[in-house]
T-cell receptor
Framework: GQSLEQPSEVTAVEGAIVQINCTYQ??????LSWYQQHDGGAPTFLSY????GLEETGRFSSFLSRSDSYGYLLLQELQMKDSASYFC???????????FGAGTRLFVKA | SAVISQKPSRDICQRGTSLTIQCQVD?????MFWYRQQPGQSLTLIAT?????????ESGFVIDKFPISRPNLTFSTLTVSNMSPEDSSIYLC????????????FGSGTQLSVL
């Protein structure tokens, strides 16, 4: 089967750094990606890791360890607009489809 | 990137009827995906639609209930057939852009309510 686990909620203050972890168990693995979704909106792509290591895109970074079936999304210099749901997702080799985790709701407080 | 137009954006339907959701992409894409999302929940993959072949459905989803068309590389439809209140959800189409970069772009979604 396929499963992705991530915390359901995280709360942090403006300007802080927050890390959202994701562990996965899938039959076939191609890469790990992260998506942001604001209430009432569609998911938007944030980052993708196909290989081990850190990928940095502005205030957001993502990390992958394939041997540990683990990754995280790091958000720096948090802003109020970062309050949203964040989904980790695995692109599996069978059919090249993407399976999503349950999502982490991030609350940023002033 | 890709611009995806999805319609309708929302609809309220009577049980037993069917609704067809359309998804138009501004560039040619090989694979299109249809997801379902309950409010506050994760995205569940319904099926993968490839042009020129039948859609591939995930466990729990069948073609009779969710027929999909993919007539060309820029367009797809998903029909929700013989609807019941359990079908009330947000339906999203998405496409993958790039060569195996795991980058999905989503349409704005169709919020379906079945009475």
């Amino acid at each position: 089967g396929q499963s992705l686990e991530q915390p359901s909620e995280v709360t942090a203050v403006e300007g802080a750094i927050v890390q959202i972890n994701c562990t996965y168990q899938t039959s076939g693995f191609y890469g790990l990606s992260w998506y942001q979704q604001h209430d009432g909106g569609a998911p938007t792509f944030l980052s993708y890791n196909g290989l081990d290591g850190l990928e940095e895109t502005g205030r957001f970074s993502s990390f992958l360890s394939r041997s540990d079936s683990y990754g995280y999304l790091l958000l720096q210099e948090l802003q109020m607009k970062d309050s949203a749901s964040y989904f980790c997702a695995v692109r599996v080799t069978g059919g090249f489809k993407t399976i999503f985790g349950a999502g982490t709701r991030l609350f940023v407080k002033a | 990137s890709a611009v995806i137009s999805q319609k309708p954006s929302r609809d309220i339907c009577q049980r037993g009827t069917s609704l067809t959701i359309q998804c138009q992409v501004d560039s040619q894409v090989t694979m299109m995906f249809w997801y379902r999302q309950q409010p506050g929940q994760s995205l569940t993959l319904i099926a993968t639609a490839n042009q020129g072949s039948e859609a591939t459905y995930e466990s729990g989803f069948v073609i009779d209930k969710f027929p999909i068309s993919r007539p060309n590389l820029t367009f797809s439809t998903l029909t929700v057939s013989n609807m019941s209140p359990e079908d009330s959800s947000i339906y999203l189409c998405s496409v993958e852009i790039g060569q195996g970069e795991g980058k999905l772009f989503f349409g704005s979604g169709t919020q379906l309510s079945v009475l």
